[in-house]
Nanobody
Framework: VQLQASGGGLVQAGGSLRLSCVASGLTWVAFSSYAVGWFRQTPGKEREFVAAMRRGGGDEQYADSVKGRFTISRNSAKNTVYLQMNSLKPEDAAVYSC?????????????????WGRGTQVTVSS
């Protein structure tokens, strides 16, 4: 399973971005059985959970810091996971990475995820 995240960039505070994560190397039926998650990391800090969704969709989980502003979703037929980020703040700036968990449960723990994509940089100017 390969994951490729995209959609990062520079945005002003209060603006929006939508990140995408495309999975390859497996059918859409197989990928729909995976839980998916988004994490972020800034230099010198530990990887931070952002959002997750269990297999098949639903049961979204969010970090308190993004709840009400970010939305995770998936289009299984396109093998794609999205992270819609609204009302961005300077503290949201980070490298965002997507991940897939074969167990399908969805979790906030990064070490539970089996596959990771290369991150995409999000920069928020104040």
């Amino acid at each position: 399973v390969q994951l490729q995240a995209s959609g990062g960039g520079l945005v002003q505070a209060g603006g929006s971005l939508r990140l995408s994560c495309v999975a390859s190397g497996l059918t859409w039926v197989a990928f729909s059985s995976y839980a998916v998650g988004w994490f972020r990391q800034t230099p010198g800090k530990e990887r931070e959970f952002v959002a997750a969704m269990r297999r098949g969709g639903g049961d979204e989980q969010y970090a308190d810091s993004v709840k009400g502003r970010f939305t995770i979703s998936r289009n299984s037929a396109k093998n794609t996971v999205y992270l819609q980020m609204n009302s961005l703040k300077p503290e949201d700036a980070a490298v965002y990475s997507c991940a897939a968990e074969q167990g399908g449960r969805g979790t906030t723990r990064y070490d539970a995820y089996d596959h990771w994509g290369r991150g995409t940089q999000v920069t928020v100017s104040s």
